[in-house]
Nanobody, 118 residues
Framework: QVQLEESGGGLVQTGGSLRLSCAAS????????LGWFRQAPGKEREFVAA????????EYAVAVKGRFSISADNAKNTVYLQMNSLKPEDTAVYYC???????????WGQGTQVTVSS
């Protein structure tokens, strides 16, 4: 099992920045990638970004490309999501997720709230 704990959410004004952190523990070697998803009120959970454990390959949703940056510190088993130029539509609960080698995102954190005020 892999445990994921997010931190760093909060309230920020439009155009501001936040950095989310996701600390992984347990059998972290069973994860191929760590990623971020988000879920806004009344909407389905959507993919935001992901990074391989080696940190070599990143993937971003179109809506955040160029504004968000995902990175990994393997020594700390931590993944970060740097969010710049935030917009009200970025408001959501952000979840860290671990993807197994079978392709499923099967490990999830409890989520952290990000609110962008206009």
């Amino acid at each position: 099992q892999v445990q994921l704990e997010e931190s760093g959410g909060g309230l920020v004004q439009t155009g501001g920045s936040l950095r989310l952190s996701c600390a992984a523990s347990g059998r972290t070697t069973s994860t191929f990638r760590l990623g971020w998803f988000r879920q806004a009120p009344g909407k389905e959970r959507e993919f935001v970004a992901a990074i391989t454990r080696s940190g070599g390959v990143n993937e971003y949703a179109v809506a955040v490309k160029g504004r968000f940056s995902i990175s990994a510190d393997n020594a700390k088993n931590t993944v970060y999501l740097q969010m710049n130029s935030l917009k009200p539509e970025d408001t959501a609960v952000y979840y860290c997720a671990g993807q197994s080698y079978s392709g499923q995102f099967k490990f999830w954190g409890q989520g952290t709230q990000v609110t962008v005020s206009s």
